[in-house]
């Protein structure tokens, strides 16, 4: 991230901060169920810019599509975020191996202490649990292809 990158995200999370819906919201202690609902995260600081532009938008009534989460913004600002390379790795290995999502789900809870409710919460897997995974289903593979 550039530094005018930097200060205008800076600048977007001070307006949000100082935003009457914001104050309202911790009032009520009702801020982070509002971002887990629409965003999928507790605080606003892991959102991309792009995200963060929607999150004011909504705030001020606008109509806002929150289909889909930015998670090439949110690599961006969080170099701990696992990349896209490492998603796709894993999952064509799952496919490789001939996993259910059942079998896929245990394995992935037994390594890294989180359930996968869903195929998009392998976005939820640091770069480090990735890359742990990767490495033991490649060792999987490997063992399976010499036996």
Same mark, same amino acid.
């Given at each position: 991230? %550039? ?9 977007? #999370? /001070?307006?949000?901060? @100082?935003?009457?819906?914001?104050? *309202? ?7 982070? $169920?509002?971002?887990?609902? &629409?965003?999928?995260?507790? &605080?606003?600081?892991?959102?991309? =810019?792009? $995200?963060? =532009? ?6 001020? *009534? ?29 999952? &064509? ?12 789900? /245990?394995?992935?809870?037994?390594? /890294?202490?989180?359930? #996968?409710?869903?195929?998009?919460? =392998? ?7 990735? %890359? @742990?995974?990767?490495? =033991?289903?490649?060792?999987?593979? &490997?063992?399976? $292809?010499?036996?």
């Amino acid at each position: 991230m %550039t530094e005018k990158q930097r200060a205008f995200r800076n600048s977007l #999370l /001070t307006k949000i901060h @100082t935003h009457s819906f914001y104050k *309202g919201a911790i009032q009520n202690l009702a801020w982070e $169920e509002f971002l887990k609902n &629409s965003f999928g995260v507790e &605080s606003s600081k892991f959102l991309s =810019i792009k $995200e963060l =532009i929607s999150l004011i938008d909504l705030m001020d *009534g606008k109509e806002v599509n929150l289909n889909k989460p930015d998670y090439k913004g949110r690599r961006a600002i969080n170099s701990e975020i696992s990349t896209k390379k490492q998603i796709v790795k894993a999952l &064509s290995l799952k496919d490789e191996l001939g996993w259910s999502n059942g079998k896929w789900r /245990t394995f992935v809870l037994k390594y /890294t202490d989180k359930m #996968l409710w869903n195929d998009k919460m =392998i976005n939820s897997l640091t770069k480090k649990e990735l %890359t @742990t995974i990767i490495s =033991i289903m490649q060792k999987i593979k &490997s063992w399976r $292809e010499k036996n």
